[in-house]
């Protein structure tokens, strides 16, 4: 065998070919190790996730076993009247239409949820040049307890609040309610179909 190298000559067994053969051995062996642990990195990094789709489920025993629902009336703190009634009303209707979980009876139900309107107030927002109030906002808080049918153990208790905001001028209180009122259904149904 003869190379050429440089305009010049070498034979094959010389010192240089000896050397070209052995980095040729040394980076096919690298490229083998390198190969071999790239392969095992993958399938460290990845044997995990794709394991973990087997193992964890959208659906866990607490919710799988929850398909009915009952509304207690949900009662007030404050002394705004039938802001309490209203809201029991847009829960039960927000259900439905979620779909999630049939609204029944306490003793059919397989949760109940409970609320307590806790807080109300109604604020000026902001001012015109005039300084006369431009907007108002109500603010509202309620205490929701969900929990299981029969054994009434408490599967979540959280406090929601919720503004809402209405032009002085050409709206009135009960738009404010309802803004925030609406705010506060979402946040409840939420909490209590899609959070588990």
Same mark, same amino acid.
């Given at each position: 065998?003869?190379?050429?190298?440089?305009?010049?000559l070498?034979?094959?067994g010389?010192?240089f070919?000896a050397a070209?053969?052995?980095?040729?051995?040394?980076m096919?062996l690298?490229?083998?190790?390198?190969k071999?642990? !790239?392969?095992?990195?993958?399938? !460290?990094?990845?044997?995990?996730?794709?394991?973990?789709?087997?193992?964890?489920?959208f659906s866990p025993?607490?919710?799988?076993?929850?398909?009915?629902?009952?509304?207690?009336?949900f #009662?007030n703190?404050?002394?705004e !009247?039938?802001?309490?009634?209203?809201?029991?009303?847009?829960?039960?209707d927000?259900?439905?239409? *979620?779909?999630?979980?049939?609204?029944?009876? #306490?003793?059919?139900?397989?949760?109940?949820l409970?609320?307590?309107m806790?807080?109300?107030q109604?604020?000026?927002?902001?001012? *015109?040049?005039?300084d006369?109030?431009?907007?108002y906002?109500?603010?509202?808080?309620?205490?929701?307890?969900?929990?299981?049918?029969?054994?009434?153990? #408490?599967?979540?208790h959280?406090?929601?609040?919720?503004?809402?905001?209405y032009?002085? *001028?050409?709206?009135? #209180? *009960?738009?404010?309610?309802?803004?925030? !009122?609406?705010?506060?259904?979402?946040?409840?149904?939420n909490?209590?179909?899609?959070s588990?």
């Open positions: 065998m003869v190379l050429i190298l440089s305009g010049g070498l034979r094959k010389s010192w070919e070209i053969i052995r980095n040729f051995r040394t096919r690298f490229n083998m190790y390198m071999y642990h !790239a392969v095992r990195i993958l399938l !460290a990094v990845f044997l995990p996730v794709l394991s973990g789709c087997g193992v964890y489920s025993g607490g919710k799988s076993s929850i398909k009915t629902v009952s509304v207690s009336q #009662e703190k404050t002394i !009247a039938g802001l309490a009634d209203r809201m029991t009303d847009l829960v039960v927000a259900f439905i239409a *979620d779909g999630n979980m049939k609204v029944v009876s #306490e003793s059919d139900a397989d949760a109940i409970s609320g307590l806790t807080g109300y109604r604020e000026a927002l902001t001012y *015109d040049e005039a006369n109030v431009s907007q906002v109500v603010k509202i808080t309620f205490d929701v307890t969900f929990q299981k049918g029969g054994s009434y153990e #408490e599967l979540w959280e406090v929601f609040y919720s503004e809402g905001i032009a002085a *001028d050409t709206e009135t #209180e *009960d738009d404010g309610q309802k803004r925030a !009122a609406d705010k506060l259904v979402i946040d409840i149904i909490r209590t179909t899609k588990w």
